[in-house]
């Protein structure tokens, strides 16, 4: 269950900084830069989907997939997370998706746009 919310910055793997708006006591369990509040930044765009790290509970029950925004961040081995029930749950197993672009290429419609 997500807690108190908070604006991070997420780095590109380009460089380019966004703003992603996520779980904030996730976010500081992986090391995630809160942003400052004096600059404004673009959200994430569409074609770009985060990097993120997915944690797993010993009997495989429990998950969480958890934004990184820094692809040089390294991630703890484990986290301590609440459970839906208000017991602490140690999550282990780090496995680190990165981070995909999707390209869209024009199409050429076969319709006349008026350029010769």
């Known amino acids: 269950m997500a807690g108190s919310m908070a604006n991070f910055h997420y780095y590109t793997d380009a460089g380019t900084v966004y703003v992603m708006r996520m779980d904030e006591s ?13 600059l404004s930044y673009a959200g ?28 040089d961040t390294s991630v703890p081995a ?14 282990a197993q780090p496995q680190v998706i990165p981070e995909k672009i999707r390209v869209y290429f024009k199409a050429d419609s076969g319709l006349n746009d008026g350029t010769p």
Do not use: F, H, W
Request: hydrophobic share 30%.
């Open 44 to 71: 994430v765009p569409r074609n770009i989907t985060k990097r993120y790290v997915v944690y797993r509970s010993p009997d495989q029950r429990t998950r969480r997939k958890i934004y990184v925004s820094k692809k």
């Open 78 to 91: 484990e986290i301590t997370v609440k459970a839906g029930t208000g017991e602490d749950i140690t999550l």
């Open 26 to 38: 996730n976010a500081r369990a992986v090391g995630n830069e809160e942003m400052n509040t004096a």
